[in-house]
């Protein structure tokens, strides 16, 4: 049975940090993609982050680029959203996915 299990949302001000993860299980994690998807209060899901099974490969959304850092450790089976300079925009519940399975999501609350 695969399993993602994200952590690390929390409330944080504006400008702040965090540091979200998802580990995987049940499946050979470094033979695939990985991406973290969020849904902001009344939005609809939208991706965020990906990346490839060759770390240098990843994808980020125009809202987040270079405030956001994508990584992951096959070792740990886990992936990493490094989040910086967040903004109350990035309020959402984000969801990391892989394989078209997907994580509970994690809350994260960008406030003042």
């Known amino acids: 049975e695969v399993q993602l299990q994200a952590s690390g949302g929390g409330l944080v001000q504006p400008g702040g940090s965090l540091r979200l993860s998802c580990g995987a299980s049940?499946?050979?994690?470094?033979?695939?993609?990985i991406a973290w998807f969020r849904q902001g209060p009344g939005k609809g899901r939208e991706a965020v982050s990906c990346i490839d099974k060759v770390e240098n490969n990843t994808y980020y959304a125009d809202s987040v680029k270079g405030r956001f850092t994508i990584s992951r450790d096959n070792a740990k089976n886990t992936v990493y959203l490094q989040m910086n300079n967040l903004k109350p925009e990035d309020t959402a519940v984000y969801y990391c996915?892989?394989?078209?399975?997907w994580g509970q999501g994690t809350l994260v609350t960008v406030s003042s």
């Open positions: 049940g499946l050979a994690f470094e033979d695939y993609a």
């Open positions: 996915t892989l394989r078209g399975f």
